[in-house]
């Protein structure tokens, strides 16, 4: 079992971490801290690495799938992130997801960006929001009616939503229920928290 990393207190190998000295607690934290730091680290090094083996040999995910024991699609997300992103762009103190996030904006803003998120502590998503320009839409649970199954359920408010969009943009739904008829003639209607919407 080859280490990955040895100290004094610390042995990583690749099945686990060994704490081998006690540690003070900033000793504690400093390791999370390098642990994170590893994991990005590590997805930038096998995007890199298989850059240049592409270039080098051809595309050969076969046998780095075989060597890493990694599926075809996380090596393919790691080098388009390791493309897309130049090692100049790069930021330390945001995972590689933030990268993920940025790698398909211009390279000119990509720099800029993940420092924003550093400095602000700004999670991955809300990055992902911030540059798509688009709030997430709260969800809202409904409970579904006693003496309906949940296949039932979903099927009338596919059917509902269907009849509201045909309703909006002046079409009749294709499967022959109008709107009036999904608001009145389906069980969910008494409890649904949609049932005072009006469509004219």
């Known amino acids: 079992m080859s280490d990955i990393i040895k100290t004094d207190k610390v042995n990583l190998t690749s099945v686990g971490l060994t704490v081998v000295g006690a540690l003070a607690f900033d000793e504690w934290i400093e390791l999370m801290s390098t642990l994170v730091r590893l994991e990005t680290a590590f997805q930038f090094a096998i995007g890199d690495a298989l850059l240049y083996g592409e270039s080098k040999f051809g595309e050969k995910y076969s046998q780095a799938m075989d060597a890493t024991g990694m599926s075809y699609q996380s090596l393919a997300n790691m080098v388009w992130v390791a493309r897309r992103v130049p090692m100049c762009n790069r930021v330390v103190g945001v995972s590689w997801t933030h990268h993920r996030v940025i790698a398909s904006i211009d390279p000119t803003d990509q720099r800029l960006l993940l420092e924003m998120a550093r400095d602000s ?79 004219e």
Do not use: F, W
């Open 121 to 199: 502590d700004m999670p991955a998503t809300s990055l992902q929001t911030h540059i798509s320009g688009k709030e997430p839409r709260n969800r809202v649970m409904v409970e579904v009616p006693a003496g309906i199954t949940t296949e039932d359920a979903m099927r009338v408010i596919k059917e509902y939503a269907d009849a509201v969009k045909a309703a909006n943009s002046s079409q009749a739904p294709s499967y022959g229920i109008d709107a009036d008829a999904t608001l009145e003639n389906n069980p969910l209607c008494d409890t649904c928290p949609h049932r005072t919407l009006t469509i």
